[in-house]
Nanobody, 121 residues
Framework: QVQLVESGGGLVQAGGSLRLSCAASGGTLSSYTMGWFRQALGKEREFVGGISRRSGITYYADSVKGRFTISRDNAKNSVSLQMNSLKPEDTAVYYC??????????????WGQGTQVTVSS
C-alpha cells in the first residue's frame, strides 16, 4: 500500500511562489494517477489538479489554471505542485492523493497527511 508524505508548505506573501512535493513509499508513483487537493478552514476539500498515470495528461481546477503546475519526478518517486502568483484565497492545507484508476477527477484511494500553505496579503 502506497504511503504519501507532502512537504514544502509554508508562509508566503501574495504574488509569491511555493513548490510542494509528495513523496511515496510502498509503491511507484508513475503507476498511479496523482491528484492535489486543498481544504481551507471551514470549507470542504476541493480538487486542485492531477496528472494521469499513463498519458501524463494534467488537469486543473479553474481557480488555479495558469498558476499551478503538476509534474512527476520518477527518479525521486515524487510528484510536485508548483504554485505561482499565489493569492490569499489559496491558503489551505494541501493534500496529495493517489489512485490506480485512470481518471484524474475520480476517486482517490491513498492520501497524505497534508501540508499547510498560508498566503499573506
Amino acid at each position: 500500500q502506497v504511503q504519501l508524505v507532502e512537504s514544502g508548505g509554508g508562509l508566503v506573501q501574495a504574488g509569491g511562489s511555493l513548490r510542494l512535493s509528495c513523496a511515496a513509499s510502498g509503491g511507484t508513483l508513475s503507476s498511479y494517477t496523482m491528484g492535489w487537493f486543498r481544504q481551507a478552514l471551514g470549507k470542504e476539500r476541493e480538487f486542485v489538479g492531477g496528472i494521469s498515470r499513463r498519458s501524463g495528461i494534467t488537469y486543473y481546477a479553474d481557480s488555479v489554471k495558469g498558476r499551478f503546475t503538476i509534474s512527476r519526478d520518477n527518479a525521486k518517486n515524487s510528484v510536485s505542485l508548483q504554485m505561482n502568483s499565489l493569492k490569499p484565497e489559496d491558503t489551505a492545507v494541501y493534500y496529495c492523493a493517489a489512485t490506480q484508476r485512470f481518471s484524474i477527477v475520480g476517486t482517490y484511494d491513498y492520501w497524505g497527511q497534508g501540508t499547510q500553505v498560508t498566503v499573506s496579503s
